[in-house]
């Protein structure tokens, strides 16, 4: 017997070693030599701005602190992390089944006989009506024979369902990142709106006395006080505006992590925020290696494509095997003697006939999901090709933008200077003071826009390069 399971053995081994359903290889890319941008850029491969920390890039240090603050709270994080985990129990469960089971099995039973029963039994057959009957047995063997690769594929399949939730945490806290530092930004900038709009608002209050004073004089006319009312109100009216924006933008931030609604702490002004260094890019190619969604969407196609192998296993014959060796006696102290002893080893196979095209709809169906998740693939790496780029002409445009808004700035400044020293000396009229005034303070709000926009666009580049989940 022995020597038969042995044979067995070394027979289901030898066919073990095959696997059915294609094995998988990565889907040909053609990355482009470099990303699209309004001015070359370097790519050498040693370097790559996604490469630094975000603590490198955000040197903000309050900002610093919302960002760990968040990598704590935040909901979104704690369930990526509660899926990496579900996904572990679920290789752990699928990878069992390749190794055999074992278990104790014991019992004990009494039981009484009636002697008016239908089956009686004399006394002198059975002296005592009370009988105690016992069974000791351990399953020594539960195993399915993988020949075919079925489970072997199924454990691909659950491994490859880990890495993709691994990676899905890694894009979770890249978002996170990103969404933390762009609403932080957003905050500065509307606190430098508001800054500006508060200062501008006490000059056209001044500006407005002096008009109530030219009118009691006669030099003034009606209408210029009109006119100085009018800006007077237009700065007052985005003061509340601005409130409403901020307050609004720091409930979003304290969402972000995972807190209620509160004031949040600032850091360094929206003019004082450091640019991160000026590192490259990189290689597009070395793209497909550093963005977790990418690997993530690389990780669902290997499990869709194990799911065919283990879906056209279903063709073949399933081979088990199960035994067992225990002990089964009338009395308890002989239970486990050599002449009580029991045994059983049994080789089962399982072949479908027909299942009325059951297994060949499922494999079309796992065939079906693996180019479902292919097209996911590639979509997924040119739409990181795309986010780059656009983040790299943003990032320059808004930069040149900046710097042309800031000389306007300068101009409509002096310009504002002038028009009101002119004023005060009765060469100018009041109507163009009071134009130079409103066409500086519409600058200074857009450029804060812009400097906002400049922040945002490395923000976003950042993320599409694949960097803040180291």
């Not at 899926?83 to 190794?99: F, H, M, N, Q, Y």
């Not at 072997?152 to 890694?170: I, S």
């Not at 609604?261 to 004082?272: Q, W």
Request: hydrophobic letters at 40%.
């Amino acid at each position: 017997m022995m020597k038969a399971c042995a044979i067995t053995a070394c027979v289901c081994l030898l066919l073990a070693g095959c696997m059915v359903g294609p094995n998988y290889r990565r889907p040909a890319v053609q990355a482009p030599d470099v990303f699209r941008s309004p001015v070359p850029v370097p790519t050498p491969e040693q370097a790559s701005l996604s490469d630094l920390k975000w603590w490198e890039v955000f040197r903000d240090e309050e900002l610093q602190g919302l960002i760990r603050a968040a990598l704590i709270g935040n909901y979104d994080l704690q369930d990526a992390v509660a899926r990496v985990e579900a996904a572990g129990a679920v290789l752990g469960i699928t990878r069992s089944d390749l190794l055999p089971n074992l278990s104790v099995t014991g019992t004990v039973s009494s039981n009484r006989i009636s002697r008016n029963g239908a089956s009686t039994l004399p006394q002198e057959f059975v002296p005592s009506q009370n009988r105690t009957f016992g069974t000791a047995t351990l399953d020594l063997l539960s195993f399915e024979i993988d020949i075919w690769g079925r489970l072997r594929r199924a454990t691909e399949a659950a491994r490859a369902g880990l890495l993709g939730a691994e990676e899905n945490r890694k894009a979770v806290i890249t978002t996170l990142v990103s969404d933390v530092a762009a609403a932080y930004f957003t905050l500065r900038e509307l606190d430098y709106e508001l800054e500006v709009s508060k200062q501008t608002l006490v000059l056209r209050q001044e500006s407005l006395e002096l008009v109530r004073v030219r009118l009691g004089g006669g030099i003034a006319t009606p209408i210029d006080l009109r006119e100085a009312e009018q800006l007077v109100y237009s700065a007052a009216e985005t003061i509340p505006r601005l409130e409403q924006q901020i307050a609004q933008t720091e409930n979003r931030i304290s969402l972000l992590l995972g807190r209620n609604p509160g004031a949040i702490t600032r850091g360094r002004p929206l003019t004082e925020q450091e640019p991160p260094p000026e590192v490259p890019t990189g290689l597009p190619s070395a793209l497909l290696e550093r963005r977790p969604d990418i690997r993530a969407a690389e990780q669902n196609l290997i499990a869709a494509n194990a799911e065919i192998g283990f879906a056209r296993a279903a063709y073949f014959p399933r081979i088990s095997l199960t035994g067992f060796l225990g002990g089964q006696s009338t009395q308890l102290a002989s239970l486990l003697s050599a002449s009580s002893s029991v045994w059983n080893f049994t080789p089962q196979a399982t072949q479908p006939i027909f299942t009325a095209g059951r297994i060949r709809s499922t494999v079309r169906l796992a065939e079906a999901r693996r180019r479902s998740a292919l097209a996911e693939y590639q979509r997924t790496i040119q739409n990181a090709f795309a986010e780059v780029s656009n983040a790299l002409i943003a990032r320059q445009k808004v930069r040149e933008s900046r710097m042309q808004q800031e000389l306007l700035l300068t101009a409509l400044q002096d310009r504002t200077r002038l028009a009101y020293v002119r004023y005060r000396g009765g060469i100018e009229t009041l109507l163009h003071a009071l134009d130079a005034d409103r066409d500086q303070f519409q600058a200074e709000l857009t450029l804060a826009r812009t400097k906002l926009d400049e922040l945002l666009s490395i923000v976003q580049l950042y993320k599409a390069l694949g960097g803040g989940w180291q």
